[in-house]
């Protein structure tokens, strides 16, 4: 079965200096394109940046869609342009 993913702006860069709540939505695809070999940390912080309410790891060369809260704020402990971000909506 294929998913219908509707993106709701623009992809962005998401890393160590990059974070973003995505326009206050909830689900959020996240692009790693490095070599496989490679893994990025996505955290998940409250709005104050503050406090972690989850993390996954992405592996190089998949994408993942996750939810988060709200105003719930993603970043990447990658420290170049290889993990990308948008909000999203979607329709199975």
């Known amino acids: 079965m294929s998913t219908i993913v509707k993106p709701l702006g623009v992809e962005a860069v ?3 200096v990059n ?6 939505n ?11 070999t490679t ?5 998940c912080k409250d709005s104050s940046n503050t406090n972690t309410n989850w ?7 998949d994408s993942v869609i996750v939810q988060k ?6 970043t990447s402990n990658s420290t ?4 990308s971000a948008v909000a999203v ?3 199975n």
Do not use: E, F, P
């Not at 909830?26 to 496989?36: D, E, G, K, Q």
């Not at 993390?55 to 060369?61: D, P, Q, S």
């Not at 809260?69 to 993603?74: C, S």
């Open 80 to 83: 170049d342009a290889s993990v």
């Open 89 to 91: 909506a979607y329709k």
């Open 14 to 16: 998401m890393n160590t």
């Open 26 to 36: 909830t689900l959020v695809r996240i692009s790693h394109s490095s070599a496989v």
């Open 69 to 74: 809260g709200a105003t719930d704020i993603l």
């Open 39 to 43: 893994s990025t940390l996505i955290t």
């Open 19 to 24: 974070y973003s709540a995505y326009g206050n």
């Open 55 to 61: 993390t996954v790891t992405v592996v190089g060369g």
